[in-house]
């Protein structure tokens, strides 16, 4: 319910012992640092910086450097352990570098021979797909004619040099097939791409080529060519193929390297970022942060340790000191809430941090935001679904992002909450299977209400969705009363349109609201009830004006009286009172939209029952057409109101909930430790 | 008659969020800090553009890799299509012409080195985009072709044949592609604004405003040309400047040719049109950058301005889709810049000189 308390150390230990000390901090990990400077002192003047031996910034470079390496291979270094601290040795940036260049040199000749393949392939592909633009007609005529890009040549070579013919025709994209062999000649059948003809004369003409006449014979050779192309872009492709294995196979034994050299790297950019927020006098160093009141005397007894007995410690509870920089508001927010409900909790900050010492509604955003989202999507199948989605998420996203993960979470709750609401009204993938627990929400929609039901119109659902609204304002109120209570903001507590006067008319106008219905909108309570309800709180709220004109006064921070002040007065009062009735009635009213979508929910499947209804015909059997419109009605419905109604109950509690009593200005606990991110 | 709301609503929201999704100035220091190709190319795998990475590591070609941005750039304007018509589509359609025209100018390329300067082409025929854009060009009749007149003839349903062969001859006196590629140019730009005069008022204000900012760019880039590499008449200049500029008029490009001082003139449209961005300029000034290189950051920096003008102003209009065009273009072209100063071990000082 509320966040963890925190304190502030303030601490010096000599300058020898600041090692083991920054150790000992890092191994807790609890502290959250803060720079020495921001506090105002006398001796501010005489502390000097303590500089790290190596570059925060370097490190982190070759750091991230080395996970370009790891990452594209699937490893993703785990952050250092206690035994790496303690192995912690000094690093060398230089060397570290030179060997991640030797690592990206080794990578870059692969490369190389890669290109050189790739070339070799796409030429072949280049001179394949002329010859294929012929089909089955490849004739005389049509290679021979001017709109050919391809050359073919029959002829006879040498046999010494025949291998010769061959090494040189590879640098040109070629086809060389052997027709006929001699004892001294071979018969050879070539093609190439027309534009290489000058290139190709000259190697033939080396070789001693002597032109044959293309038979008819030859150019049924057809398939015959397209399969030596494709062999040899298959050959080519596998030794590509082999090249990226290699690369990523030389990569995989370097790796074990790297993430050792990362931990490292690691440890000491966290060791040094330690010290970075240390200050130095001539002979101790200082340092400063905040740390949950709970690992107090644990962190001290690991620095006393550490620092063999000779440090001074100093803590300030933020609650009770009064120094500028302890106060409350800097004291950073740590959530005390167990795993489950952390997509509740992603929730909540995404909306803001609460302020330190306030109310972390989490666990009552949990009861809120599933109970909304069960009412607009009520149903026990698309709910199993949606749970499906979610645990398939949770497991694709495993070891992934964070924020994936707890949205695959919420996913899954989302979906247990449909099903329990599902329950309750009888729906099952729109199908009345079971007997609903509490009222047949789908029989009061297509007009067939179950008459002994309490709930039995839409009317009914809707009084339903208002008085779960009330009670989610009324929780927002109670919160801030406790909020406002917690800061000793008493004239707040009191004289707000959220304190106890903003309750009170809020609370007297429901009364007034109910008793109008009751007597079907005739009648209104007595004017002295509505006096009483609504009237003298009105009135009191004009002196939250006057008190809190006085409260300033006497800390000397208010302006004068003058006669314009009385009208201020009235003119707040009057804005106060706008707000106070027509905020609370749209809040209020602002929760019909749960029963709303609710009935959108029902009367969408309602309609895609009655489309596989016509397309299954007027008394025939469930056929094909019928059962596809009810898995897309389900699927569209699952996908499109799933989303709406996730949306929508986000919206109610970031509007007419967090509104009440949130002041999202705190800050988040970042302590500095092995685990950090950053 | 659509109303611009109903027109740009959708189509214009999509594209701002991908304009909020362009890759960070902080990606491109990670990769410009990068100690290799390899290492550079790993920083993208997290953005759209992962499959760069992901050729690489297959084939090690990075040439591949660009072929295959140029075809996604392509696929931006053929995806927006879906969601745009009348005049707009026919706008963006306008706007592919000048990938169309590129990769005509590519084959055109090929084939003058090979027949006429008797060059091997082998490599580069092998990363000439195929794939129809507009009308079918066949790239690999262009290349093989044995003269330019063939080249027409394979372009006949286009209309790009009647431009070669009006320049085939030039081409072959001065033994220079230049002023075909500057026709081909004069088409693009032509048909484009002609094509924006269509659009509805407002549509068209910020459109030629673009263009205008575009061909201001071009028509500076020639006469650096112009002046640097060819020995033209200022006559012959003013024939070859496409109309349309926004900045710069006939008479400020008379006066950049003659007086050889482009910079000063730059200089002048920002006091009077740009003074937000004197600040920026005087401090690159004094970097003692290249001629060349200034001009282009100051035109660069203006065509930014402009963006950045539509971007905050009314939200329902053609030049958010234009906007996101040139974004995109600026990105690719600086992820293909540094991907290749990366390949060929350029220092990041240099890298960052340049971009």
Redesign the interface.
Known sequence: MFTARMIKLFAVVLDHDADKVTEELLREGVMQFINITEIEHEWQGRLNDVSPQVSLAKIAMIRKRIEGFLTPLGIYPKTPGEIDLENRRPVDLEEENKNLDRIADELQEIRKRQRTIQQEILKLEGLSRQIEMYGPGLTETVVSSRYSFITIRVGKVHKDNYQRLTDEMKDIPSVLLTIHKEEDAHHLFLIFMKRDTERAQKILDRAGWAEAELSRKLISLKPDITLNLDEKIKQLQEEQESLRRKAKESMGLHSRDLNRMWVQLRVNELFYKVQSYFKRSSRTMIFSGWLPASKQSSLAEKIIHAASGRCFLEWHEPEKDTALEVKEKNAPVKFRNPEFLAPFQMLVTNFGVPEYGTVDPTPFVMFSYLMMFGLMFADVGQGAVLALAGLFGMFFFKGKKEAWQNISKLIVWCGFSSMVTGALFGSYFGMAWCKPLWFDFHGIISSHPNKQSYINDIFDILSIAIYFGIGIIGFGLLFNWINLFIKRRWIDLVLDKGGVLGAWIYFGGIYIARYMIMYEYRQLPGSGVIFWLVGLPALLLYAKGPFNFVHKRKKGTGKEFTLMTPLNFGMEWIVELLEVFAGYLSNTLSFMRVAGLGIAHVSLMLSFFELARMAQGQGAAFNLWSLLILITGNILVIGLEGLTAGVQALRLNYYEFFTKFFRGSGEVYLPVSLKSRD | MTTPIRKYAFINAKLRARISKLISENILQ?MI???????AL??L?DTPYRIL?DI??????LK?GELELLKGEINLYIDIEKYIHGDTLDLVRALLTLYEIDKLKNAVRLFFD?KIRKR????A??YVLRDKILYDIPV??I??A?NLEEISRALETTPYSAIIEKNSETVIRKGSLFLLEIALDHFYYKNLVSTAQKLSDRDKKDALRIIGVEIDLQNINWILRFRRFYDLSLEEVLTLIIPGGYNLGIGLLEEAYTSQNITRILHGIIKTNYPGLSTLLSSQQAESTSELLLIDRILERIMIHEIQRILSGYPFTVGIVLSYFILKKIEIIKIKAILNAKQYKISEDRIKGVL
Do not use: F, P, W
């Open positions: 990670q800090n990068a100690h290799s190709l390899d290492e790993v920083i795998r990475d690489y590591r297959k084939t090690g070609d591949l090979r091997t082409i082998d490599t025929a092998l690999d009749q290349i093989n044995d």
